[in-house]
Nanobody
Framework: QVQLVESGGGLVQPGGSLRLSCAAS????????IGWFRQAPGKEREWVSC????????HYVGSVKGRFTVSRWNAKKMVWLQMDRLTPEDTAVYYC?????????????WGQGTQVTVSS
């Protein structure tokens, strides 16, 4: 059974950091790119980042470039999203999802999400 499980969310003050984890099971992570998305209350889901299968290419939405870093360790079946210099605008539920490559259009499995709240 394919599963993606996010963790690491929580409450953090503006300017702080969090590291989100995405644990993969039921499939070979090496064969998939992993994307991160977020959805804030009352807003549409927003793509945040994608990391390719080989951990060579990474992509970010403009609003997080220079603040967020995506990484992966295929042997451990883990993907991480390091989030630094957080702002209240980063508050959202964060999801990871898989697809064959970052250039493919469709993600076929999603995690359940982890809440990130940035507030003083």
């Amino acid at each position: 059974q394919v599963q993606l499980v996010e963790s690491g969310g929580g409450l953090v003050q503006p300017g702080g950091s969090l590291r989100l984890s995405c644990a993969a099971s039921g499939f070979t992570l090496d064969y998939y790119a992993i994307g991160w998305f977020r959805q804030a209350p009352g807003k549409e889901r927003e793509w945040v980042s994608c990391i390719d299968r080989a951990n060579v290419m990474t992509h970010y939405v403009g609003s997080v470039k220079g603040r967020f870093t995506v990484s992966r360790w295929n042997a451990k079946k883990m993907v991480w999203l390091q989030m630094d210099r957080l702002t209240p605008e980063d508050t959202a539920v964060y999801y990871c999802a898989r697809k064959p490559s970052c250039s493919d259009p469709d993600y076929d499995h999603w995690g359940q999400g982890t809440q990130v709240t940035v507030s003083s």
